[in-house]
């Protein structure tokens, strides 16, 4: 046997190796992209470290995401992983995801993720096998950094047939002018996971608190995307934390929903510090969801929704004080005709949009249907470009609201 067959026979003897050892290691499936454990952390540094010859992999693409900054005063940065459902047997496989990140003189994270494809997937019947498809498997991924320069690398493998993906690139983290006065909550060269920063857990008890209902719509910061990916979910939980942190609150009531799929997806009427887990991993499986025909018919759907949420606010035994309307620039522009639009007559709570705008959509700030139904019930919607913005918009929703006669409070003043 030549020197190179011997050669590629040990690389792939090593990474069966490799990934038999990360799959006993690793538990499958995971809740959400978080920090390797040592054991797993070693292997990955390892395999990615040592040089290998090219051998055959999967034929998946790795793209890289536009970083941004959150409402948690860090940066997000993201890639996105799209294999074809060809690539896999038809017997339910698993996928493992990790992401190595090299701070410039900072000390390196390993994150892991998981996921197990179905056994078949794609036609009414379930008997079209994976392989025969042409559809895409795509997943996303991310970590949250302070300024500086990184290198990122990104390792997918499945368990089944033993092969990789990999890629390698550079990121250069810093804030634009405007946002340089705006504190980060990490160090330069520091990074973690997606986690979101962690709100107090305590509820104003002494009856100045306010009770407060969120409606939180789960969309994607952009517009057009058809899924709601790692940094979507991370920056929705960012901001509602920052709601929640700012404003004395007697209670809270959660009730997420998406305007795609026209319903709601997670509801708790005392919402709490567990509550952000549930609501996490409620919203994380809307990144493989899938509309189905009947809600595509339903053209008017969203503004439904909208309307029956806000109407049951406003019916409730024990309404809220208020009602913040939170979540991204959504892409339904159009206004619902008046039939869809809820009726106001002067009693219930106060409602409130805070709607984020991405740099991006600057100068065409219309409307949205979120904005129109705020209207409707006499509302106030503020348009939100940063984290400064949304502290001050906070403020002045908690200033505008009383509660039993006194005005609401700004946590910690």
């Known amino acids: 046997m030549n020197p190179r067959a011997v050669s590629n026979l040990i690389s792939a003897c090593a990474l069966t190796l490799f990934l038999c050892a990360i799959f006993l290691l690793f538990p499958i499936p995971a809740r959400a992209q978080s920090p390797a454990n040592d054991s797993d952390a070693q292997l990955v540094n390892k395999f990615l470290d040592q040089e290998r010859e090219p051998a055959e992999g999967l034929k998946c693409v790795i793209k890289s995401m536009q970083p941004f900054l959150d409402f948690a005063f860090r940066f997000e940065v993201g890639y996105i992983v799209r294999c074809p459902l060809r690539e896999f047997a038809g017997n339910g496989s698993t996928i493992v995801s990790f992401v190595r990140v090299k701070p ?12 197990k494809l179905p056994p078949s997937v794609g036609s009414a019947s379930g008997n079209i096998r994976a392989d025969q498809l042409k559809d895409e498997f795509d997943f996303s991924g991310g970590f949250a950094a302070g300024e500086g320069n990184y290198q990122v690398e990104v390792l997918v493998a499945n368990r089944e047939a033993t092969r990789i993906c990999t890629k390698r690139w550079h990121v250069h983290l810093e804030r634009k002018r405007s946002e340089k006065k705006v504190p980060l909550t ?30 939180l719509d789960t969309a994607p910061v952009n517009p057009y995307s058809q899924k709601l990916r790692a940094w979507d979910r991370s920056f929705l939980l960012s901001a509602l934390s920052t709601v929640m942190s700012q404003i004395n609150c007697q209670s809270v009531r959660l009730i997420a929903f998406n305007m795609d799929q026209q319903k709601e997806l997670f509801r708790k009427e005392r919402f709490d510090e567990p509550g952000f887990n549930e609501l996490a991993q409620a919203m994380r499986g809307l990144e493989l969801g899938m509309v189905s025909f009947q809600v595509l018919e339903q053209k008017q759907g969203y503004a439904s929704l909208l309307s029956r949420l806000a109407t049951l606010e406003m019916t409730d035994a024990q309404p809220s004080d208020a009602v913040i309307l939170l979540g991204p620039h959504t892409r339904f522009l159009d206004k619902p005709p008046q039939g869809f639009l809820p009726a106001r ?23 949205d249907v979120v904005e129109y139904v705020t209207r409707s019930l006499d509302g106030t919607s503020f348009k939100i470009h940063s984290p400064a913005e949304l502290a001050h918009a906070v403020q002045k929703i908690a200033a505008q609201v009383k509660h039993n006669g006194k005005q609401a409070g700004v946590a910690g003043q």
């Open 104 to 115: 410039e003189g900072g000390t390196a994270i390993v994150l892991g993720d998981a996921y």
């Open 186 to 215: 990490l160090n330069d060269n520091a990074a973690g996971a997606l986690t979101i920063l962690p709100w107090s857990g305590i509820f104003d008890t002494g009856g100045s608190g306010l009770r407060l209902t969120v409606l």
């Open 345 to 367: 007559d002067g009693k219930g709570p106060q409602f409130f949009y805070l709607e984020y705008m991405p740099s991006w959509l600057l100068g065409r700030e219309f409307p």
